[in-house]
């Protein structure tokens, strides 16, 4: 006795409905990832807390920095010689550690709290989510940086005067049409901005924030105070001109630049090299490994 063979319905359309698509690998992927990381930045209160923190110290130190020095103090104003753009950008190292903590975290808290195995999920294109987390992570750093700095600049411009800084002492006002000012104002919100994407790059590599916000303060501040401990002046200018920190921070300086061991855009594209090369073996790692 021969068995039946199962009746095959047709489906009411004429034909069997389409897989849906992965939710992510339909248009724009690229565009929903960003979407995704901007909408992880923007509902996170620590995130805001840290460009918040940014800002403050920055401005902070800056502004007190150029409260505390007059021409007074000198034989005469020319005989301060001051650089008054660097004194009022010396917050910048003390908003360098903010900026790597929210670069670090940005990546870290998902390793820590494992909801990275859903972003993952969600995008299994990793180089694009991390190339998302980047943007979003250069975006709010270079908003919060470039506040800082201007309001920084602003400050000091309306301070400087009254400290005997004046244009008739040799002082000009500070101004962004001056090109040094310019340069240090804009390459110092490119150095906050490449220390932030070394954190993500450390988090990415380490997969722990407090071993990568560990490592990169003491990128931050022990590498340069072993430069001022050394006895030899020959390592010290070496370590000065090819260390990411202090030459990411030349930027800032705009007089006697024939004296720096490195350049200020040299010292910038130093810091760049580190940062961006911590990123790219991080991420090389992140493509190839489980979660």
Same mark, same amino acid.
């Given at each position: 006795m021969r068995r039946a063979r199962p009746v095959l319905r047709a489906h009411p359309?004429?034909?069997? &409905? =389409?897989? !849906?698509?992965?939710?992510?690998?339909?248009t724009r992927p690229a565009l929903r990832a960003l979407h995704a990381e901007w909408t992880k930045l923007r509902t996170l209160p620590s995130n805001w807390l840290l460009l918040a923190a940014t800002v403050a110290l920055t401005f902070a130190v800056g502004t007190a920095a150029v409260s505390s020095v007059s021409t007074r103090e000198c034989a005469s104003a020319a005989a301060c010689h001051e650089d008054t753009v660097k004194l009022a950008l010396t917050g910048v190292w003390l908003g360098q550690a903010t900026v790597l903590v929210l670069g670090a975290l940005s990546m870290g808290a998902e390793y820590g709290t494992g909801t990275v195995?859903?972003?993952?999920?969600?995008? &299994? =294109?990793? !180089?694009?989510?991390?190339?998302s987390k980047a943007a979003v992570l250069a975006a709010a750093t270079g908003i919060a940086a470039g506040t800082a700095i201007l309001a920084s600049l602003a400050t000091a411009r309306w301070i400087l005067p009254g400290n005997g800084f004046t244009p008739e002492a040799g002082y000009p006002l500070l101004s962004l049409t001056d090109t040094p000012?310019?340069?240090?104002a804009l390459g110092s919100t490119l150095c906050l901005i490449l220390i932030?994407?070394?954190?993500?790059?450390?988090?990415?590599?380490?997969?722990?924030?407090?071993?990568?916000i560990t490592t990169g303060l003491g990128v931050l501040y022990v590498v340069p105070?072993?430069?001022?401990?050394?006895g030899s002046p020959t390592w010290k200018d070496r370590l000065e001109r090819w260390a990411p920190i202090p030459a990411g921070l030349a930027i800032r300086v705009t007089k006697d630049l024939a004296r720096l061991p490195i350049g200020p855009w040299p010292g910038l594209g130093v810091l760049a090299a580190y940062a961006l090369g911590v990123l790219v073996v991080g991420g090389a790692i992140f493509t190839r490994r489980d979660a």
């Open positions: 359309a004429g034909r069997a &409905p =389409r897989p !849906a698509p992965h939710p992510v690998l339909g195995r859903t972003t993952l999920t969600a995008i &299994p =294109r990793r !180089a694009t989510v991390l190339a000012t310019l340069r240090a932030a994407l070394m954190g993500l790059g450390l988090a990415v590599l380490l997969r722990d924030s407090a071993a990568a105070l072993m430069s001022d401990l050394l």
